[in-house]
């Protein structure tokens, strides 16, 4: 059974580069049925699409992201990894790693990590 | 200011049926069957529902169901039981340029 596992700082100060990576167990990250993503949520409030990639390093970024984002792949880790630099408070918020189908870059995230929360405090 | 609208919160008794709401315009959801649904408990991660405006995946009670009509997109849920109170969010694609969406999200609450 796929699963997939957030792993990274739980805290950074502001204005450095948050770094997370997530780890797929169970399933084929080379897959070309999918899709990978990255979506947060700011405590108490919605879910926000960060940016996505495709095993063959494809990206398709959050245009209100673009400039601070970079997302990659490491497929003989069976991993993928997000980098938000110039981080604020604003950027405060538990970050999910997805699995999406193809079907449009993939709108549709049918597997979850648990989600980790990233605290952007000094 | 999320890009789809949703209403913050629905309610209704168990047995009833509830629909929410997702509006968009037609740069996004109006263009594209590219809605998805998704249900959220407190504390846990979201929960995919609907995909493709109206498709079920495996396991996901045929209780739920999904339409569009012109820019808005719609979830029922029917026969409503307690364990169906959670946060909902729809999602949509939106182009080439802006990719993927969210709702502000409903809160569904079980009276």
């Known amino acids: 059974q796929l699963q997939l596992q957030e792993s990274g700082p739980g805290l950074v100060k502001p204005s450095e580069t948050l770094s997370l990576t997530c780890t797929v167990f169970g399933g084929f990250i080379t897959s070309s049925s999918h899709y990978w993503g990255w979506i947060r949520q700011p405590p108490g409030k919605g879910l926000e699409w960060i940016g996505s990639?495709?095993?063959?390093?494809?990206?398709y970024y959050n245009p209100s992201l673009r400039s601070r984002l970079t997302i990659s792949i490491d497929t003989s880790k069976s991993q993928f990894s997000l980098k938000l630099s110039s981080v604020t408070a604003a950027d405060t918020a538990v970050y999910y790693c997805?699995?999406?189908?193809?079907?449009?870059?993939?709108?549709?995230?049918?597997?979850w990590g648990q989600g980790t929360l990233v605290t952007v405090s000094s | 200011q999320s890009a789809l609208t949703q209403p913050a919160s629905v309610s209704g008794s168990p047995g009833q049926s509830i629909t929410i709401s997702c509006t968009g315009t037609s740069s996004d959801v109006g263009s594209y069957n590219f809605v998805s649904w998704y249900q959220q408990h407190p504390g846990k991660a979201p929960k995919l529902m609907i995909y493709e405006g109206i498709k079920r995946p495996s396991g996901v009670s045929n209780r739920f169901s999904g339409s569009k009509s012109d820019n808005t997109a719609s979830l029922t849920i029917s026969g409503l039981q307690a364990e169906d109170e959670a946060d909902y969010y729809c999602?949509?694609?939106?182009?080439?340029?802006?990719?993927?969406?969210f709702g502000g999200g409903t809160k569904l609450t079980v009276l």
């Open positions: 999602s949509s694609y939106a182009g080439s340029s802006t990719f993927v969406v």
């Open positions: 997805a699995r999406a189908g193809t079907a449009a870059v993939g709108t549709d995230f049918d597997s």
């Open positions: 990639i495709y095993y063959s390093g494809s990206t």
